[in-house]
């Protein structure tokens, strides 16, 4: 089974599980492609988050993110969210796709070659594609902004209604890829051609600093829900957010509560708010930032019971932090044999920096913006850094045996929509399909609303959303299924061995297997 944002990218990964090629091949393939059809959410230029497991217990985490430049320095008037100035840290995206290669190759016994999984990808970066839905709207979203990112309108100021959108700068440099290997975009060839270009937009990125560029291999973070393991990257990544959360609405029975509901609805915004309270204590585990790096005490017993009894069921807790902006894309693999992917790719915001680095149709990402600037910062920006990371993909393991992969679109929303979704699956026994319709909510500001509101769908019933606002939250109400509310998927594997997936009604995105 195959999930995907794009259903070129879906039939690509299908057709590697159809062809015997096991689910982190898949994935590469799906990747790849996303890479060329949906370049506002990700591309080369960015970075890949993945969680892997299998039946016979292996659980692995690759941290493919980017680090600062080794010559970065501090800019006085804070970092910006687009241009050359944001283009501060590598792209890892390429390298994870090798380093999950090696490991298939190691325990899964992979033998498709890398030149194979990315051909596809080749054929429409060089013969082009029809831009998706999704691209058109945030391409028409930033219509008032793209016009001055250097490279960008060349390229990517193409619609659905022009006809296919071809790419033959990134089409030559995926062939160089498939030529010469996934490290020739980090030493070689191809790497000098990248940071020549990355020299002239400004940005201090070189070719040390792509050379120095590589995947992290970690143990996941770990958190039993009802009985059920779920699995979580560990820093920089807020993945301890999601299993904080997780870890809070364990302490409830919601089973005295209805999905869709205000008073379901409370208890998730609640504790999502309770989790959030420690995330800014989250950075990168390979610099001395001067913290205990708090994941495992986030996740401690006592912490979780503190966090719970703190959450009021008649009174909304204010709430005048700031969130953080983002796009990316969720993917997912099982193959026939349980192997799993669960993967995301971004360029941090839709269009990541907005620069193409010239002569190689890559879409660098914007993830240094993600950095702080404040002196004493867990997250202050450094030399050779990673920043804090919103990618947070999500297995769940029951009886030993991997049962879902799940994750979505969305920076700060990806934790919020995890609890609706894990809580749909879980305790109230939904298949992927009916939790991915479920109405959701976003804490904070968003791209289409700048108050510290609560952003509700507007399949929420009229009821429900007035409940809410008398339990104390500044409700404001959306659209239902609108894009804001990010792009999920979700495999469900079964004990008999049948295999369900389904991806978000928000977007065009597709489920697919195949018989054996």
């Given at each position: 089974?195959?999930v995907s944002?794009h259903?070129?990218?879906?039939?690509a990964?299908?057709?590697?599980l159809?062809?015997?090629g096991?689910?982190?091949?898949?994935?590469?393939?799906?990747?790849?492609?996303?890479?060329?059809?949906?370049?506002?959410?990700?591309?080369?230029g960015?970075?890949?988050?993945?969680l892997v497991?299998?039946?016979?217990?292996r659980?692995?985490?690759f941290?493919?993110?980017?680090?600062a430049?080794?010559?970065?320095t501090?800019?006085?008037?804070?970092?910006?969210?687009?241009?050359?100035?944001?283009?501060?840290?590598?792209?890892?995206?390429?390298?994870s796709?090798?380093?999950?290669?090696?490991?298939?190759?190691?325990n899964?016994?992979?033998q498709?070659?890398?030149?194979?999984?990315?051909?596809?990808?080749?054929?429409?970066?060089?013969?082009?594609?029809?831009?998706?839905?999704?691209?058109?709207?945030w391409?028409?979203f930033?219509?008032?902004?793209?016009?001055?990112?250097?490279?960008?309108?060349?390229?990517?100021?193409h619609?659905?209604?022009?006809?296919?959108?071809?790419?033959p700068?990134?089409?030559?440099?995926l062939?160089?890829?498939a030529?010469?290997?996934?490290?020739?975009f980090?030493?070689?060839?191809?790497?000098?051609?990248?940071?020549?270009?990355?020299?002239?937009?400004?940005?201090?990125?070189?070719?040390?600093?792509?050379?120095?560029?590589?995947?992290?291999?970690?143990?996941?973070?770990?958190?039993?829900?009802?009985?059920?393991?779920?699995?979580?990257p560990?820093?920089?990544t807020q993945?301890?957010?999601?299993?904080?959360?997780?870890?809070?609405?364990?302490?409830?029975?919601?089973?005295?509560?209805?999905?869709?509901?205000?008073a379901?609805?409370?208890?998730?915004?609640e504790?999502?708010?309770?989790?959030?309270?420690?995330?800014?204590?989250?950075?990168?585990?390979?610099?001395?930032?001067?913290?205990?790096?708090?994941a495992?005490?986030?996740?401690?017993?006592g912490?979780l019971?503190?966090?719970?009894?703190?959450?009021?069921?008649?009174?909304?807790?204010?709430?005048?932090?700031?969130?953080?902006d983002?796009?990316?894309?969720?993917?997912?693999?099982?193959?026939?044999?349980?192997?799993?992917?669960?993967?995301?790719?971004?360029?941090?915001?839709?269009?990541?920096?907005?620069v193409?680095?010239?002569?190689?149709?890559?879409?660098?990402?914007?993830?240094?913006?993600?950095?702080?600037?404040?002196?004493?910062?867990?997250?202050?920006?450094?030399?050779?850094?990673?920043?804090?990371?919103?990618?947070?993909?999500?297995v769940?393991?029951?009886?030993?045996?991997?049962?879902?992969?799940?994750?979505?679109?969305?920076?700060?929303?990806?934790?919020?929509?995890?609890?609706?979704?894990?809580?749909?699956?879980?305790?109230?026994?939904?298949?992927?399909?009916?939790?991915?319709?479920?109405?959701?909510?976003?804490?904070?500001?968003?791209f289409?609303?700048?108050?510290?509101?609560?952003?509700i769908?507007?399949?929420?019933?009229?009821?429900?959303?007035e409940?809410?606002?008398?339990?104390?939250?500044?409700?404001?109400?959306?659209?239902?299924?609108?894009?804001i509310?990010?792009?999920?998927?979700?495999?469900?594997?079964?004990?008999?061995?049948?295999?369900?997936?389904?991806?978000?009604?928000r977007?065009?995105?597709?489920?697919a297997?195949?018989?054996?």
């Open positions: 089974m195959v944002p259903p070129l990218a879906t039939e990964g299908r057709s590697v159809a062809g015997g096991n689910a982190i091949e898949a994935a590469v393939a799906v990747g790849a492609v996303l890479a060329v059809v949906m370049p506002h959410f990700c591309g080369l960015g970075d890949a988050v993945w497991c299998d039946r016979e217990g659980r692995r985490c941290l493919g993110i980017g680090q430049a080794a010559g970065v501090v800019p006085k008037d804070g970092i910006p969210t687009r241009g050359p100035s944001a283009m501060l840290t590598s792209a890892c995206a390429v390298d796709w090798g380093h999950a290669l090696t490991f298939s190759e190691a899964w016994a992979g498709e070659s890398f030149s194979d999984l990315v051909a596809p990808a080749i054929e429409l970066a060089e013969g082009g594609y029809v831009p998706s839905p999704s691209q058109d709207f391409l028409d930033r219509a008032d902004d793209h016009p001055a990112w250097p490279g960008f309108s060349e390229i990517f100021n619609r659905s209604d022009a006809g296919l959108l071809r790419q700068e990134l089409a030559a440099s062939q160089r890829l030529d010469d290997g996934y490290r020739s980090y030493e070689g060839p191809l790497s000098q051609v990248i940071a020549d270009g990355l020299a002239r937009t400004g940005s201090p990125l070189n070719a040390s600093d792509l050379a120095a560029t590589r995947t992290r291999e970690v143990d996941p973070l770990t958190l039993d829900y009802r009985g059920t393991l779920l699995l979580a560990p820093p920089p993945g301890c957010s999601t299993l904080t959360i997780m870890g809070i609405l364990s302490r409830f029975d919601l089973a005295q509560t209805s999905p869709g509901t205000a379901r609805i409370h208890l998730l915004v504790a999502t708010k309770q989790a959030f309270l420690k995330r800014s204590s989250v950075a990168d585990p390979d610099i001395d930032t001067g913290n205990n790096h708090p495992a005490a986030m996740l401690e017993a912490k019971d503190a966090a719970a009894r703190r959450i009021d069921p008649t009174c909304a807790m204010p709430w005048p932090h700031p969130v953080n983002a796009d990316t894309v969720f993917f997912a693999v099982a193959d026939p044999q349980g192997r799993c992917a669960s993967v995301l790719q971004s360029t941090y915001f839709d269009w990541g920096s907005g193409t680095v010239p002569g190689t149709g890559i879409l660098w990402q914007n993830r240094g913006a993600a950095f702080s600037t404040e002196p004493g910062h867990p997250n202050y920006l450094a030399p050779g850094k990673r920043p804090f990371y919103t990618l947070n993909p999500g769940a393991i029951r009886d030993g045996d991997p049962y879902l992969l799940y994750g979505t679109q969305g920076a700060d929303g990806q934790p919020q929509t995890l609890s609706v979704l894990l809580t749909s699956l879980i305790d109230d026994g939904m298949t992927p399909e009916q939790a991915l319709a479920q109405p959701r909510f976003l804490l904070g500001r968003t289409s609303d700048s108050r510290d509101s609560l952003k769908e507007g399949s929420v019933r009229p009821q429900e959303a409940a809410l606002s008398a339990l104390g939250h500044e409700v404001a109400m959306l659209p239902a299924l609108s894009p509310f990010g792009q999920a998927g979700v495999i469900h594997l079964s004990d008999d061995g049948s295999v369900e997936g389904a991806h978000d009604p977007g065009n995105g597709s489920a297997g195949f018989s054996l």
